[in-house]
């Protein structure tokens, strides 16, 4: 169930109808396996909202994502310490399931920067694994699976002296058999009902 209530829901578009424009909130437990990455990552939230623009097109407006480093497991060599926590690209589309993410990796002799995808966010296209199943109408509740095995992951940058000892244990770059699964829940309040008791 998402926890993270409305609070990031965003600002709409200019000339919408709110009662047409609902927020959005999801919260998804993803598995990543990337390289030689392979982990269950810590939860993550995000909010946008989407609905019909005053020309008819689909409208959407990104909010905030939220979530917290997972630990991988301890490597050999210099950087055996490692944790990895997704950060929002910039680019989402939620009616097609496309959205961007970058990884920063952190560990105690990494530089601050360091993330895989800086330059060029990683893509991902998830394909819905079944059906939606509605858990609740009242709040409304919806759960999905969906994964992406297509996409490929570029090597680190900015980390510093041991980039590519870093990119060696990780396996990066990585253009094939990698996998995203993406088990989540999302609620929606309308724009013209939100802070209403």
């Not at 009662?19 to 982990?39: D, F, I, K, N, Q």
């Amino acid at each position: 169930m998402p926890e993270a209530g409305f609070r990031d829901c965003p600002a709409l578009p200019d000339g919408v109808d709110p009662a047409r424009w609902r927020c959005e909130v999801h919260t998804a437990a993803p598995r990543l396996t990337m390289g030689a990455v392979s982990v269950q990552l810590a939860p993550i939230t995000m909010t946008h909202a989407e609905g019909p623009l005053p020309d008819g097109g689909d409208g959407q407006v990104w909010g905030a994502m939220h979530t917290t480093p997972t630990a991988l497991p301890a490597g050999p060599g210099p950087v055996r310490h490692l944790a990895i926590q997704p950060e929002y690209g910039g680019r989402s589309d939620f009616y097609t399931g496309r959205f961007s993410l970058r990884f920063r990796l952190l560990g105690p002799r990494l530089a601050p920067g360091c993330e895989i995808g800086a330059s060029a966010p990683v893509d991902f296209r998830l394909t819905r694994s079944g059906p939606s199943t509605w858990v609740s109408q009242d709040p409304p509740l919806i759960e999905f699976s969906a994964y992406d095995d297509t996409f490929t992951a570029p090597a680190a940058e900015h980390c510093g002296p041991l980039t590519t000892v870093l990119d060696r244990r990780l396996a990066l770059p990585a253009a094939e058999g990698n996998l995203m699964t993406y088990d989540a829940a999302y609620t929606f309040e309308t724009y013209d009902r939100l802070g209403r008791d």
